[in-house]
């Protein structure tokens, strides 16, 4: 807190200067109430609080490539501990080599993939499928900008609705 860092500046003669909350539109910004809103999924206040949109960064690395069967290649990001929006898919911006794509991602468990019985226990992943890209970046890092969520995860009863769900989100995107 505020009066150890004194304590322990006051011996090297390093001034401490204690600020007050700073403040946006009279909201107090703070990385934990950034924190709470990225994980209730209000992306729009935390891209306001954080004055950009919510960024993860990670290594792509090989699917199940069921995206390229579909029609929709994605590029799936190895997770870390990083914090997360809630499960959904959502509307995206990929920074790779210093240039912006738009994309959807999905975040979430695949419920369509897996046996309606063990779909909330399935490994948690992030596929993004670039529009208007087509090239191979296994092993690359890039940035994956969150900026508005565009539905919640569903299952669906054939890979033929999946298809049509994911062309209705690019269109939204």
């Known amino acids: 807190n505020a009066q150890t860092l004194t304590h322990l500046c006051d011996p090297y003669g390093v001034e401490v200067e204690v600020m007050g909350p700073f403040l946006l539109d009279g ?3 703070s990385s934990s109430r950034i924190r709470e809103l990225i994980k209730t999924g209000r992306l729009e206040e935390a891209s306001r609080l954080l004055g950009r949109d919510y960024p993860v960064f990670g290594r792509v690395i090989e699917g ?3 995206g ?11 997770l870390s501990e990083e ?23 999905n975040l979430g468990r ?3 993939f897996q046996d309606p019985r ?11 499928h670039i529009l208007d890209f087509d090239q191979m970046i296994y092993g690359e890092q890039i940035q994956v900008n969150f900026r508005r969520k565009i539905r919640g995860e569903l299952r669906f009863d054939s890979t033929d609705e999946l298809a049509d769900q994911i062309r209705s989100d690019i269109d939204w995107a």
Do not use: W
Not at 68 to 78: E, I, K, S, V
Not at 83 to 105: F, K, L, Q, S
Not at 118 to 128: A, H
């Open 27 to 29: 909201i107090a910004v």
């Open 64 to 66: 199940m490539k069921r």
């Open 118 to 128: 063990d779909s909330g226990s399935s490994p948690l992943s992030l596929e993004i």
């Open 110 to 112: 695949n419920p369509t």
């Open 68 to 78: 390229r069967l579909l029609g929709y290649p994605t590029a799936n990001l190895d």
């Open 83 to 105: 914090i997360y929006p809630p499960i959904g898919v959502y509307a995206v911006d990929v920074i790779r080599n210093g240039r912006t794509y738009r994309g959807v991602a």
